[in-house]
C-alpha cells in the first residue's frame, strides 16, 4: 500500500507494533494504544486509548475521524489473551477479553466504517486466530471473541460492500510475541506441532495478507478469512 491513511490497534508492541513500522514507509498511519506510546515517525500518530471503555473509545475514534476523514483502511489488531481452563479463569480476565477482543473492534468499526461508506471507499482487516479451530484448552473465551470478529466481519461486508468497502478476516496461526509466549513460554516447538506448515507466521506473510485484502483491485474480495499456516 502505498499513500493511504491507516487506523491500528494495539500498535504499542506486538505485531500491532511491526505492523504500523512496515506501514509507515510509506503512508500516513494513526496507531491506536493504551500507552498512547509506539512507533516514532513523522508518518506515524500514536493516539492513547483504553479500548475497554465504550465512552472513551468513541471520543477517540470520532476525534481521529474528525482530523483525518480521509481514513481508508482500518486493522482491527489488538488483543488480550488469558489461557486457563475456564473454571480456573476470572471473570474478569473473561470480561477484559471480550470487550478487547470482540465489543472494542465492533464499536471501532461502527464509528470508522461511516466515513469510509461516506467516501465510497474503505478496506477493513481483522485480525482473528487459527484458535477455534484448534480448539485448544484454555483457549476457550479467546478463541470464541476471535471466531465471534470473524463472523462479525463476514456480515458487515455485506451490509458495506454497496458503498465500496471490503471487509476481510487474516487469521494468524502463531506469530513470535508476548501472547505467544504466555501459552507456549520457552517452547514454541508445542505450537509448530499444531500448524500444518510447522512454521510461525512472519510478518512478510502477515504484511502479505493485508496487502492482498488492501490492494486497489480487491473490490469483490470480501467476507473471506485467509489462514496462515495451511489451517
Known sequence: MKGRTILVTGGSRGLG??????????????????????VTADSVVNLPCDLTDPAGLAACVDEACRRWPEINVLINNAAVLASRPIVMMSDADIMHQVETNLLAPMLLTKRVLRTMMRRRWGRIVN???????????????????????????KIVNVEAH???????????????????EQIVHDNSDKIRTLI???RLADLDGIMAGIEFFCAEGSADIGGQTVFLGGV
Open 17 to 38: 507494533r511491526q505492523i504500523v513500522e512496515r506501514l509507515a514507509a510509506e503512508n500516513t498511519v494513526i496507531a491506536i494504544s493504551r500507552s498512547g506510546e509506539g
Open 127 to 153: 485480525i482473528v486466530s487459527m484458535s477455534a479451530k484448534l480448539c485448544k484448552p484454555g483457549d476457550s473465551v479467546y478463541a470464541a471473541t476471535k471466531a465471534g470478529l470473524e463472523v462479525f466481519g
Open 162 to 180: 454497496s458503498y465500496g468497502v471490503t471487509v476481510n478476516n487474516l487469521a494468524i496461526s502463531a506469530s513470535p510475541s508476548g501472547m505467544l
Open 196 to 198: 500444518p506448515h510447522g
